[in-house]
């Protein structure tokens, strides 16, 4: 399909540079392609209401790490050059893949000093070799440091790498390590937050409680990839980032047995529904599953599983947009936010919210 199929124009201000306080405050777009009326305005915390007793929630757990560094590139014969390296996913208890700035002149061999010695001397230093280079910035990095120890020096001297449309508005500050988390991330290992889940207050998970709406738990780390704009002018030529993950067979046994009762899985983020997703078979059933998933979905594309999504607002040309119109209908999402931006609602990472039904 042609990329520009999914553009639209966004006003700079609707671009949220803070989350909504409360969090459960934001507003909510039910989009459901099967009603009359099939766009309303609401707020998270009315969710319940649109769910039944025993339909199933699905959160990513996913934990994001500080895991934008800023170091001094050394090699043999030249001097030092400052660089910076967002790691995107872990290969290794010592390496990771990151995307690094400026790409063109880090070469294989390379030594990278990150962090301020004065803040990582009692860890022991953040140094790497630069082992392998790829496409569009991307490269592997061989850490002195392993397992744990790695972790907590890249705690110590990273940064929360906020999306690009954030940083180019304000620097990163404190507050971010908290408002870009979701309220039950455990699993370490996210670049990105999976922003819908950001939505979600003790409240609110009361009140879902309350409701008969079951929570499950999947991991998908986050990738810095998801923020990569698509350079291709169609979709067939665009190779899509991988992401790593698990579904255990546990919790695919639950969701298993929601479907089987007719209850509905809610999807909460595009991660969760690229897993699920990623995980279900053709007959519908999921299985326990772990992997890297690079699942590309765009219209046309047969969901397996998932009945409903809860997300936040993307950007345009962007591969989420492909995703959410594939599942509500490509002229049903433009219409939509067409509506989310006359109205006022705020966009990408600290925006508002929508639950999308799927059109099938």
Known sequence: MRVD??????????????????????????????????LS??????????LKPGDALVFNDTKVIPAQLEGIRHREGAGGQQVSATLHMRVGANRWKAFAKPGKRI????????????ESCLLGALDCTVEEKGEGGEVTLVFDLSGPALDEVIHSVGHIPLPPYIAAKRAEDERDRADYQTIYARED??????????????ELFAALDEAGIERHFVTLHVGAGTFLPMKVDDTDDHKMHLESGYVSDETAARLNAVKARGGRIVCVGTTSLRLIESAAQNSGEIRGWAGATGIFITPGY?????????????LPRSTLFMLVSAFAGLETMHAAYDHAISTGYRFYSYGDSSLLFRKD
């Open 5 to 38: 199929l999914f553009d639209f124009e966004l006003p700079d201000e609707r671009i949220a540079l803070r989350p909504a306080e409360p969090r459960d405050s934001a507003r909510l777009l039910v989009v459901d392609p099967h009603r009359e009326a099939q």
């Open 41 to 50: 305005d609401h707020r998270v915390c009315d969710l319940p209401s649109f």
């Open 107 to 118: 070469k294989v061999g390379d030594r990278i000093a990150f962090g301020d010695s004065g």
């Open 189 to 202: 290992g996210a670049v990105a937050a999976p922003t819908a889940g950001l939505h979600f207050t003790p």
């Open 302 to 314: 047969r969901f397996k599983a998932v009945d409903a999504l809860m997300t936040n607002f993307h």
